[in-house]
Structures are given as C-alpha cells and as structure tokens.
C-alpha cells in the first residue's frame, strides 16, 4: 500500500486571506490577480497580466484542456436531511467516486454506510457501494464508490441537475462560467484546474507573440478536498503525442518546460521517462509525486495558494524544492496574497539543473 509523507511546507493560511469571490466581482480582470515570481535568487511581485516577463522564447507553457462540471448535487439522506454530493471521478463500472458534504458548507460527512440510498432531484438515488477512503485515515469515510441510474450519463445529468463545487470560505454561488479556463474544451473535472483561471485571450496571444510556446494536456480533476495523509485519488488523463514531441524538444533546446498547475504536472510526470523525456499517453494516473519521486520533465510551474495538506504541496515541492516553496508560501502570506481558487498566483522558477540532477 502507497504512503504519503507530509509536506515540508504547513504554514496555516488566515481567514482573511481566502478569496472568496471571483476576481471579476473584486473590480479586477481574470489576468489582474497577483503574481508572486520564486526563483532562487530572489523573489518578484507582479500581476498575472505580467507573466511574459518571467518567461522567455522557447519556453513551453503545458495547458489543461479540461473543463469543469456542475459536479455538486444537492440530495437527501436519513430522515430527509439535506445533504451535498461531489460528483469527484467516474471508474470504468459505470460507478462514481463522490463525496458526501454537509449542506451548510461545514465539511464532509463522515457517517455514510455501504448500502445507503441518497435522494437526488428528478426522482434519482444514489446508493453508496463501498468505501474508497485510505482505511489509515482516522475520523470516518469520506470517499465512496457509489452508483446513480439516471436513464442518460451522469454528466448530462449534472448538468441539468448541478451547480459548481463551493466549499465554506466562498461568499456566494457563480454561475459555471465562472469555473471555467480559457482552455476549457472537454468536461470532466469536478473542480476548475484553477492555475488556468487567470490567463486570458489577450495573455495568450503575447505569450504566442513574444515566442513562448503553448501546448495541451488533458487531466480531469477530482475533489480537491483531499485531507492530511489521504492519496490523491486515480484521475483520467491525456498527453497528445504532438505536446510529448514539444516537450522533448524544448527540453533538447535549452528552453524550459513550465507546467500550469498539479493537474498538468501528473498528467506530464505520468509519461515522463528518468531522463526527464516524455511519450504520449493515456489513461488513468496514480501517481503520487514527493521525496521519492520528484519531478523529471517540469522545469517550473504555475499555481495558485493551496492550504495546508499532503497531495498539492508534495507536488510542489517535487518540481520547485521544498526550501523554494516554503519561502514562496511565508512571502505570500506576508504580502497578504489570497488563497483557493479565486485567489492569486504564482510561478516557481527552481534552479533547473540541480533538480534535473536529483531526478537521476
């Protein structure tokens, strides 16, 4: 069985620095979001709409082509008490992964039991299978294997019948547009792949123009509420065999590969040789990078604030170097950059050959 070691990086976020609305209702554009620049030698503070001046021609900037789903279900369980479902991954069964929450945005609800039927609009019940949380995780079972017969997929199901994940620190409900990336092309995450969120058409094409590059990758992100000590759970995803042969090459040229968020990370390091060379791919990923496994084809990433916890701050740390994102997170947190979807950026530049050396 997996473990999972603790991240290096735990500083605690305050309340105060959680977004909890969208930039667009803060007066500011998507790209108007701060941008914090860790390299080595120093630290920059800029907006998102700066980012071209942090990268150079023949960069690679790998996208997630993925796009969100109205993947919360409001429902009801024992006694009709109001309950959320978080539609998080499909398996190959025709079941799902979900989460049950509680409907005043508390947290989980750890209480479920196998064989129990959850209402859902439309006259539709779900029944929880079988438990898929890490049985070393104290406190109850937050993860279910569960199965819904709708008469049509469950995706168009969702969106007739669902809204977008929110969880506590948001101060509304926004419309699934929201939720989207200017690179959104095919539904299937249950949460935004949010390092995208800031970039905008306009960005795109100075990145294109100033001779950084763009390419696609598909990962389809589960929950994103994932607790200390659980593993991130399998997710499906795509490397086209024309983004494998950007990659090569870039890294071959002397440029650097910059992956925008951890979805884009697993989904390269998933097809990531030792040599840090990539092949096309597709499928279901587990991987779980850390200490053991660091990053071999990401020269640097792109990501928003992540609390603390196992799953997003690992994967930092094994493309940028624990010591880079821990000073990363405290200038953040003193610079009062804000946290979670909605908030703001930053982009880890770790010194690329000692990395590559520690991959070896």
């Known amino acids: ?18 977004a909890t609305e969208p930039p667009e209702e803060r007066g500011l554009e998507r790209d108007g979001v701060r941008l914090l620049v860790a390299e080595p030698g120093g630290f920059h503070h800029a907006h998102f709409r700066d980012l071209s001046h942090f990268l150079r021609p023949g960069d690679l900037v790998v996208v997630n082509t993925s ?80 199965k819904i017969s709708t008469g049509s997929s469950v995706e168009d199901y969702l969106a007739r019948h669902g809204r977008p994940i929110t969880y506590g620190y948001a101060k509304g409900r926004w419309d699934l547009a929201a939720y989207q990336t200017v690179f959104a092309r095919e539904a299937g995450s249950a949460e935004m792949p949010g390092a995208g969120r800031p970039f905008t058409n306009e960005l795109v094409t100075e990145l294109i123009a100033k001779g950084i590059v763009l390419a696609p990758v598909l990962l389809h992100a589960g929950v994103s509420s994932l607790e200390a000590k659980e593993l991130p759970a399998a997710e499906r995803f795509r490397v086209p065999e024309q983004t494998a042969g950007l990659v090569n090459h ?75 994102v821990r000073q990363a997170y405290a200038s953040a947190r003193a610079a009062g950059y804000l946290w979670h979807e909605f908030g703001d950026s930053c982009l880890l530049l770790p010194e690329r050959r000692s990395r590559l050396r520690a991959a070896r």
Do not use: N, Y
Request: hydrophobic share 40%.
């Open 67 to 146: 796009a969100s789903l109205a993947a919360a279900v409001e429902g009801t369980r024992r006694g009709d008490s109001a309950v959320v479902v978080h539609f998080s991954t499909p398996s190959d069964d025709q079941t799902w992964v979900v989460e049950l929450r509680a409907s005043d945005s508390t947290g989980p609800i750890l209480d479920g039991e196998v064989g129990e039927l959850i209402g859902l609009p439309g006259g539709v019940a779900l029944t929880l299978l079988s438990p898929r949380t890490d049985p070393r995780v104290p406190g109850g079972v937050r993860l279910w294997q569960a």
């Open 1 to 18: 069985m997996k473990t999972l070691v603790a991240p290096s990086t735990t500083l605690e976020t305050p309340p105060e620095l959680s």
């Open 250 to 324: 870039t890294r071959r040229s002397g440029g650097r590969v910059i992956a925008v968020g951890t979805t884009v990370t697993r989904a390269l390091e998933t097809v990531a040789r030792p040599d840090g060379s990539v092949t096309a791919g597709e499928g279901s990923t587990e991987l779980v990078l850390g200490p053991t496994r660091p990053a071999r084809a990401i020269d640097g990433i792109i990501s928003g604030w992540h609390p603390p916890g196992a799953s997003h701050l690992l994967l930092l740390e094994a493309v940028a170097g624990a010591r880079l």
